[in-house]
């Protein structure tokens, strides 16, 4: 509940809420009216107030029936209530007419066809549909140079309308064309762009009142009550922009109407509870009102449903709402508060927009003029959804205030954890080094050491000549090399930049040629030191094969990432092919199984085939299956 002010202070606010809300009110009808007459008061423009009316007899022909005062309301005059009428108007043409004109049409329902000296220059889409819907929005229509007359012109405004819909046409103005737009863009964003704007504003506001309600359905009631009528508010008053109906109108105006007191009755009830007064008998009261009323327009002739609505609907939740506001201003009045200063001042505003737009309702205010309740209406929406918030955030700070000390010892925990982890990580990472460091150590006892093991064995039986031992210290040698290349390079494309360099001075003196691409996708890209030993054993293998058992003389590495996901390696030489390759493998080793498991062990997959000229050998890696550098979760 909100907070009562002191006593002594409460005199001097209930002046404080008459005078701030005399002053408010004041400043709306005096902006209202100003720039109503501003824009009537314009120069170079012509206005007409009256119109020849002329309707369609039974054959179709349009007949004189007198002078009209515009704005004509179809449903306030003696003549038909649907299908077409045609209002004529004579006016001077400009003195250059190449200049051009243009036609301000502020209200026409439901469609209209404009034309001068006799020329179509304007037609709505759905012009003589039942489905038509534009009353609310402003129409401006250029009337072309080459059919104005320097003299008098005749200009015709044919307006359609479906049975039982509100019709009419407002005043129009042709003139100048500067003057008129300015005119049309205020009408546009006052009965249009604003509307949908504050609509859109309420509708969004409504998203975390929803979200509060949904979290705490029995403290925030109100806030759940608040949120379901804004958003019907917002929802059925965007129905003034709709252009074409969505459904028939039989179903849709009863929908209209009907909405309009669902929203009201929700703000009423969140109204008298906010101000403490709890009447469930009257809240149900006004429950089985709604939902009569709802069941009454939807059954109701769809012919008489905009008529009638006045009587049975809209002035029944007019005299309801009165009753609300009144008691929750007395509440105020009685325990004075800010927060229900701030709502009595904000319904004290929109109270005479109300009643502005009850009497349009009731055809007693012309059906031309603009309505002030989707103006208004989101400002109150506005102050209460900012009451709520304020008592939200007050909640808040208040629990802020209680778990204070609880959330430092969070805090603190939080911290211990965060130490705790990052120590725990700074050991894994230094067992993966140390499982890397272990890797190489038994790479080079089982490669280097088994290598100068079996050379050691050889020469105490001296049954080795001296090539036989230089070539197996040159083995020895290739593999420490290749090993610590692994271990010490700082990408991929490093280690096979120095391979490659190392076997291209012992290719050369063959006759051979080593080329090494590696595509940008593949650059610094970084792998663990077992991995691009895995790599680069298979390159190795891929390579000597070529050179030895091949007989080419052109040998190629490239190295790119296609897809980002998958690392290629390819190995590629102009020799004799796959076939002298595999009879090379099945007398002489096991290198190509060698390679096949290296690739397993990559997770990858080795794939060898045969060229014109030549073979080709590719690895294939997926990236996903390598903890690569900087990807991984302990590096």
Known sequence: MPEPLRPEAIGGTRWLLVAVTMLLGATLFVAIFAISAA?????????????????????????PEGIVRLPDTWSATGHMLAGMREYGFAFQGPDDPEEGALLLIPRRSQSAKVLLNGEPVYRDVSFGMGQALRWYQPLLVSLPPEDLRRGSNDLVIRVSAAEGSRAGLSPIAVGDLRVLQREYAWRIWVQNTFPVFANLTVLAMAIPLFLIWARARGDFSLYGIFALSVSIFAIRSMHTQVAELPFDAVWWRPLV?????WSLGLVFVFLLRFAGIHRPGVERAMALYVVAG??????????????DSSLFWYLPVL??????????????????????????????????????????????????????????????????SWVL???????????????????????????????????????????????????LIRDIHDGVGGRLALLLSNIEC??????????????????????????DVGSLEEALEEFCARQRALLGAAGQTLDLRVAPDAKMLELRPRQVLNVLRIVQEAVSNAAMHGGGSEISVSCSCPDKQLLEVTIRDNGAGLRICEEAEVNHGRGLRNMKTRAAMLEGELDISSLAAGTEVTLRVPLAELPVKGRGAHE
């Open 39 to 63: 824009m009537s008061g314009m120069e170079g423009v012509m206005r007409f107030q009256h119109a020849e009316l002329r309707l369609p007899d039974a054959s179709g022909e349009f007949q």
């Open 257 to 261: 109407t009907a909405s309009l007191g």
């Open 294 to 307: 709802t069941v009454a327009l939807f059954i109701w002739p769809a012919d008489r449903v905009i008529a």
């Open 319 to 384: 005299i309801a709402g009165l009753a609300c506001v009144g008691a929750f201003l007395w509440q105020t009045w009685q325990e004075p508060s800010r927060n229900r200063i701030i709502l009595s001042i904000a319904l004290l505003c929109i109270a005479p927009a109300g009643i502005h737009d009850a009497l349009w309702q009731a055809s007693i205010i012309p059906f031309d003029s603009i309505l002030w309740m989707p103006l208004v209406m989101p400002l109150m929406l506005v102050a209460i």
């Open 389 to 439: 918030a304020d008592q939200f955030v007050r909640n808040h700070v208040a629990l802020q205030s209680l778990n204070r000390e609880l959330q430092q010892r969070v805090d603190d925990i939080t911290t211990e954890l965060a130490v705790s982890y990052e120590k725990k990580q700074a050991v894994e990472r230094e067992s993966i080094k140390s499982a890397e460091r272990l890797q």
């Open 462 to 487: 001296d049954v080795l000549s001296r090539g036989e031992i230089a070539s197996f210290v040159r083995e020895a040698l290739a593999d420490l090399r290749l090993i610590l290349t692994a271990r």
